[in-house]
């Protein structure tokens, strides 16, 4: 079955990057694409970004900035770096599967904090 | 940017109402609507896709309706598992947005 799982540190002091991996078991990379996706404390769902199945990416312009979205095919992994931490980059931190045009499959998060 | 704006932000019902979610974005959107439900400390689980179709494992007590800019989730007769928030998605343009949600809570 479709698994997503994401990883990484849970602590980032400001103005350093978050380096996140999201792990898939039952699918391709190849022929599905993986978006990344966070929702600060007590807040409401962001769109970050995506990867699609051919590779190409696209991002959310409010961060593109500090975001890139790679992925290493052969290991079923996606990566997410984003640099210039801020206390409001604050969030948990999902990627889900972007099958057409919505999110079908999500993983469990990662809670990242921003803090010195 | 889309906009998607749900209300209302907090709906308090009793277990066996009916109850009807809005969800309206900034300009026409077709039918590039998706719904979701997310439980207290767990990821959002989609419910509706394209505003009205149905997604396998999803119970039929949920429905969705409408076109352009105004977007209805349905639930007939709550069940006490249901009282989640909800969140509408436009996927008509890049970056996909979210509503800022509909909390759904007990009354």
């Known amino acids: 079955q479709v698994q997503l799982k994401e990883s990484g540190p849970g602590l980032v002091q400001p103005s350093q990057t978050l380096s996140l991996t999201c792990t898939v078991s039952?699918?391709?990379?190849?022929?599905?694409?993986v978006s990344w996706i966070r929702q600060p404390p007590g807040k409401g769902l962001e769109w970050m970004g995506v990867?699609?199945?051919?590779?190409?990416?696209d991002y959310n312009s409010a961060i593109k900035s500090r975001l890139s979205i790679s992925r290493d095919t052969s290991k079923s992994q996606v990566f997410l770096k984003m640099n210039s931490l801020q206390t409001e980059d604050t969030a948990m931190y999902f990627c889900?599967?972007?099958?057409?045009?919505?999110?079908?499959?999500w993983g469990q998060g990662v809670m990242v904090t921003v803090s010195s | 940017d889309i906009v998607l704006t749900q209300s209302p932000a907090t709906l308090s019902v009793t277990p066996g109402e009916s109850v009807s979610l809005s969800c309206r974005a900034s300009?026409?959107?077709?039918?590039?609507i998706h719904w979701y439900q997310q439980k207290s400390n767990e990821s959002p689980r989609l419910l509706i896709k394209y505003a009205s179709q149905s997604i396998s494992g999803i119970p039929s007590r949920f429905s969705g309706s409408g076109s352009g800019t105004d977007f209805t989730l349905s639930i007939n007769r709550v069940e006490s598992e249901d009282f989640s928030v909800y969140y509408c998605?436009?996927?008509?343009?890049?970056?996909?947005?979210f509503g800022a949600g509909t909390k759904l809570e007990l009354k």
């Open positions: 300009q026409g959107i077709s039918t590039s």
């Open positions: 998605q436009q996927s008509y343009s890049l970056p996909y947005t």
């Open positions: 990867i699609w199945s051919n590779g190409g990416t």
């Open positions: 889900a599967r972007l099958p057409g045009y919505n999110f079908d499959y």
């Open positions: 039952g699918l391709s990379l190849t022929s599905n694409s």
